[in-house]
């Protein structure tokens, strides 16, 4: 049996597997349809040449979980207009380790889940370490947080918790964290177990510039009390730095909500800055 | 787990006939970004939304005609400033919605 584009898009939904649909919408062959995978394609836009210039654009797309329209010229062609093809990459879900199976973590755990990523939760001790616990959670893992880490899969979009707040576990573990490509490394603590951590990091030969990688104290300033005040506090820092936004209250600003491109999106401040800098160019003349 | 592809994938193994519109470009504006994507069923239907609800019911008689026909259409919407009952987004963005049979 001819297995459909489809079942094939479904299928690696459900398997977690990376997949681009690319569809023709616009120009010869609107509505043509290929499914690329990293090894195979399904279906056709039309011709061979096309076919070869859309998988090509469509693995490049899919490899930087990006979604957005390419251009091409009849037979594939570069640098033309013709045919106006829409690819949308469906990447795994990103992944969230939380270190530390306290009560934050917890609240973590969850506001992880309801924002899309696969959640581990890590400790090295197993009385904490536990289902019962973390219900939401994808995997628990019972070990030391930096061992584990060191073994973990990483990349850019992944998002790392430490949560433990003793140093005891804190330092090893971002120390791990800083040779991965994270996108986002947070760690808890007050004022006083940060500026210790800091010191201890430092002491460890940690540099300045790796150490303004991690988010710490973690958490937008919105005065979190509860372990689900201080999630929302952190879910907002991650988002915060994936955009490039500052966290600021929107009826406090001008301009658009949305950033065009999403994911490299200039800053509200960057914005207003530069606005600043138009309005103050326009007096001058 | 995408719940439209899930529907959808649930609708045509029911073997009804099935129309996506998904968002392609968003100017401006927008509340859902590209990707996004809304579903409708022969009998219908409907999973998932392409906007902040301002322009699901133009989608929707938009993906049936589509059912019908065939036919795939790519669809732009904007703002709704002087036709009070025409179909547009308050927002001031304008979106631009690919609609298409499932037949593949």
């Not at chain 1, 490509?181 to 201890?200: C, E, K, L, Q, V």
């Not at chain 2, 129309?19 to 401006?28: D, G, I, L, S, Y």
């Not at chain 2, 179909?87 to 609609?99: A, E, K, N, Q």
Request: aromatic share 6%; net charge negative; hydrophobic share 40%.
């Amino acid at each position: 049996m001819v297995v459909s584009i489809l079942e094939r898009w479904h299928a690696a939904l459900v398997g977690q597997s990376p997949v681009a649909i690319a569809t023709v919408i616009q120009g010869p062959g609107t509505g043509g349809k290929v499914l690329v995978s990293p090894e195979d394609h399904v279906g056709s836009a039309g011709n061979e040449d096309l076919d070869r210039a859309i998988i090509e654009g469509a693995r490049a797309m899919l490899e930087g979980g990006k979604t957005g329209t390419a251009h091409y010229g009849p037979r594939g062609q570069r640098r033309m207009e013709d045919v106006a093809v829409f690819i949308q990459s469906f990447a795994p879900p990103p992944k969230m380790y939380v270190f530390g199976a306290i009560d934050f973590a917890s609240a973590v755990a969850r506001i992880g889940k309801f924002m899309g990523y696969r959640v581990t939760v890590c400790d090295a001790r197993a009385v904490f370490a536990t289902r019962d616990r973390f219900p939401s959670a994808d995997e628990i893992v019972v070990a030391w947080p930096d061992e584990f880490l060191k073994t973990a899969e990483v990349d850019k979009r992944t998002v790392i918790c430490v949560l433990t707040h003793d140093p005891k576990f804190d330092v090893p573990v971002l120390k791990a964290a800083l040779e991965t490509p994270a996108g986002y490394i947070g760690a808890m603590g007050s004022r006083r177990t940060h500026d210790n951590r800091t010191a201890r990091l430092k002491e460890e030969g940690i540099t300045d510039e790796e150490l303004a990688r991690i988010s710490s104290p973690v958490g937008l300033d919105i005065g979190s009390r509860t372990p689900e005040e201080t999630a929302v506090a952190i879910a907002g820092e991650i988002i915060a730095q994936r955009t490039g936004h500052s966290g600021g209250r929107l009826a406090e600003r001008s301009g658009p909500i949305h950033a065009q491109e999403p994911d490299t999106a200039t800053s509200p401040d960057a914005r207003d800055a530069e606005r600043s800098a138009a309005e103050a160019a326009v007096r001058e003349r | 787990m995408n719940p439209v592809v899930d529907k959808v994938a649930k609708w045509r193994e029911e073997d009804k006939k099935v129309a996506m519109a998904t968002v392609v470009k968003v100017e401006r504006s927008g509340p859902l970004g590209p990707g996004t994507s809304m579903a409708v069923s022969e009998d219908g239907q409907v999973a998932g939304s392409v906007s902040g609800g301002c322009v699901e019911p133009a989608v929707y008689e938009e993906a049936m005609e589509a059912i019908e026909s065939g036919r795939p259409k790519l669809l732009t919407y904007g703002i709704s400033d002087d036709e009070a009952f025409g179909v547009g987004l308050t927002c001031g963005g304008i979106v631009h919605i690919f609609v298409e049979r499932v037949d593949w």
